[in-house]
């Protein structure tokens, strides 16, 4: 009904970005904000790939053309930096081998690891 509609478009906006309240803000000033948060999310994740994409390639992992944009949907949160990390391909023998040994897959795990040390360096230090 028009109420249960109202209160869930209500209750969507104040999560849209970081749960502040757009609620009496005109569509035109809360699409303008979620562009502004989109885009410096988006600029965050771009930063956050620039460090991972080397930490990967001391491990021989990185595809060529490594960073790349697409509109996955769980990539586009405006106020959540994000990136979708491919490690290989199960039909590679090579990648195969390296994702299913411990030893690759730690391997991989502290290549993230210490890209996400760093970006959060960068950020808050």
């Known amino acids: 009904d028009r109420e249960d509609d109202a209160l ?16 009496g803000e005109s569509d035109e000033v809360t699409s303008i904000l979620i562009d502004l948060a989109q885009r410096e999310s988006m600029n965050y994740s771009a930063t956050f790939a620039n460090m991972l994409v080397p930490e990967l390639a001391k491990r021989n992992v990185v595809r060529r053309n490594a960073h790349r944009f697409a509109g996955f949907r769980v990539l ?5 930096p994000s990136v979708l990390i491919e490690l290989g391909y199960l039909s590679n023998r090579q990648d195969e081998k390296i994702l ?26």
């Open 8 to 23: 869930a478009r209500k209750e969507n906006r104040v999560d849209i970005i970081a749960g502040v309240d757009l609620t």
């Open 76 to 80: 586009k949160a405006p106020d959540i």
């Open 100 to 125: 299913l040994s411990k030893k690759g897959q730690a391997a991989l795990a502290q290549s993230i690891a210490r890209a996400v040390d760093r970006y959060f360096e960068s950020r808050f230090y």
